[in-house]
């Protein structure tokens, strides 16, 4: 260490002349992506991946599809998720006839084959525009709806990055989602029906939860018809590449899976449910170098952190029975699913170093359990460091760091992509849990984590704040993750030079984030 250490003296003592500290503008609107040796995972032949879902509706089929995306987007690739419902409500109208799905109705018929060519169109056209990974998100009911978007895409995928109309590698994988399961398929669609009022299920919002449930399974009729299931039996089918998921993930079966990014995504699969439970993300309580704003180390409590480890584990044992959520009329009456007992049912997942496991000791809970996952970002040589002191002594990485702060390595240590890398088995094991769990971390490793619920992109994720004393309660939607930030006494704020690259992106950070949901909500309408 020493002699690295002196090493990187050399190299700043080298430079002709001084080196001016320029704090480089951040730039979050910008497209550009990382370059491939800088994604966790490749595609390694270069072809595209096109994952097509397959299922009837309320099967969690669009649930999955997003989790696939954030997932991928969390690995570095440029993903998108294209829903055919969203299409067609688009191109038809919010309301759906009640005869919608009949297969012997001509004029819907046509409809729904024109929402469906259009979305495929969609997914493609992202692809040939330089995405790497698309989920188009359709029914694809039946074995003839499955070859008619083999075939078009395979007539239609040309590269249009260069205006070369080169045919483009691509890789298809088909994911089924099947369920029998009355009271789950029921579940599915008030939750769906609940968090997407103003957008879909128009048709229902006149009608009671029983009401609308009638409505609904009646109309799932049509789909019992026709639908054709991926059948390791049938010629057809074991010529393609697919996961079939029955009751969310309590069975899966896998034919001609391929490829080293699908066979990550047959392990994520495994390990997707549907059951309501809270996440807890909380940094450890204030430590002694978070008053000297040094990085790194194994630094205790100071009282104040103590305090706040007491006052958190009087938030988890006072607000358990109400999920976490805030204490108001409406939040607590519609957070009883994520209700639970601490001693019996919570899960603690700390770090191995003193201040994540001091903040977690008060608490009560099923199994406390330290992962070497969850430490704080290695800091190299300058490890025990102030901020003022790498930024004075290391002045050329300093500036490197400053203008790619994801990519750019601690001398001797990590990148925010290496932690990324080390955190990946973690992700696959905080979705296979179902019973609530608090993970006390640190700043680098926890914005990864909320990288990956909020599908954050990497180069947004080292700025994103994470102040001290706050408990970010996560809990599951339809579609993804709602947050809510609740500050424990004593507030002590952030300080140090370290929290002003934070505070400086922070504004961007949320309005690029206010970009994307506007973005998203005029795609559905």
């Known amino acids: 260490m020493e002699a690295a250490w002196s090493y990187l003296l050399h190299l700043e003592d080298e430079g002709e002349k001084p080196l001016d500290v320029v704090e480089e503008p951040l730039d979050f609107e910008s497209s550009e992506t990382l370059d491939a040796d800088e994604q ?3 595609l390694n032949d270069g072809a595209k991946l096109i994952i097509c879902m397959v299922g009837k509706p309320a099967r969690g089929k669009s649930f999955m599809a997003a989790k696939i995306q954030r997932y991928s987007e969390w690995l570095g690739y ?12 688009k191109l038809f109208g919010k309301v759906e006839p009640d005869d919608f799905f009949n297969p012997n109705g001509a004029e819907m018929a046509t409809q729904r084959g024109a929402a469906q060519e259009e979305a495929l169109k969609e997914s493609l056209d992202f692809l040939q525009k330089g995405g790497q990974v698309v989920i188009y998100d359709a ?10 978007v083999t075939k078009y895409v395979e007539e239609n995928l040309v590269d249009k990055t260069d205006n070369s109309h080169n045919i483009v590698k691509y890789r298809l994988l088909w994911v089924e989602s099947i369920c029998e399961n009355r009271d789950l398929i029921v579940q599915n669609f008030l939750e769906l029906r609940k968090t997407s009022a103003t957008t879909n299920f128009m048709e229902y919002r006149d009608l009671d939860n029983e009401q609308a449930t009638a409505k609904f399974l009646e109309k799932l009729r049509f789909y019992d018809e026709e639908y054709e ?13 697919f996961i079939k998921i029955v009751e969310f993930s309590e069975n899966l079966m896998i034919n001609r899976v391929r490829g080293y990014m699908e066979s990550k995504l047959v392990s ?4 997707i449910h549907t059951e309501p439970r809270a996440i807890i993300l909380v940094r450890h309580g204030q430590s002694e170098y978070n008053l000297q704003d040094r990085i790194g180390g194994d630094p205790n409590l100071t009282e104040a952190g103590d305090q706040f480890a007491r006052n958190l584990a009087k938030f988890v044992e006072e607000r358990a029975p109400h999920g976490l959520q805030i204490e108001d009329d409406e939040m607590v009456s519609g957070s009883d699913a994520y209700s639970f007992n601490p001693g019996k049912d919570l899960f603690v997942w700390t770090s191995t170093l003193k ?5 977690t000791k008060y608490c009560k809970c099923r199994a406390n359990v330290q992962w070497t996952a969850l430490g704080e970002i290695d800091a190299g040589v300058c490890e025990c460091m102030t901020y003022t002191e790498f930024k004075t002594k290391l002045t050329s990485q300093y500036m490197k760091r400053q203008q790619n702060k994801a990519s750019w390595r601690y001398p001797g240590g990590e990148s925010y992509i290496d932690v990324k890398k080390r955190l990946e088995p973690l992700i696959f094991e905080l979705e296979r849990q179902r019973k609530p769990i608090l993970i006390c971390s640190h700043r680098a490793v926890l914005r990864c984590l909320y990288s990956y619920f909020f599908g954050i992109s990497i180069k947004e994720c080292p700025f994103l704040p994470f102040p001290l004393h706050t408990a970010l ?3 599951p939607t339809s579609s993804g993750w709602n947050e809510e930030r609740i500050p424990l006494a004593p507030n002590i704020g952030d300080t140090g030079a370290h929290e002003q690259d934070v505070q400086a992106a922070a504004a961007k950070i949320l309005k690029s984030q206010a970009k994307r949901r506007k973005l998203r909500e ?3 309408k």
């Open 139 to 148: 029914s694809n009911s039946t074995r003839e709806r499955r070859r008619w």
């Open 473 to 475: 309660v996560l809990t």
């Open 40 to 42: 966790l995972l490749h």
């Open 78 to 89: 440029r993903a998108r998720h294209i829903e055919t419902v969203s299409v067609r409500r």
């Open 355 to 359: 201040r994540t496991v001091g903040t």
């Open 229 to 241: 299931a991926l059948d390791m039996e049938n010629e057809a089918d074991r010529q393609l590449s």
């Open 522 to 524: 005029e795609t559905k």
């Open 268 to 271: 994520f699969c495994m390990n």
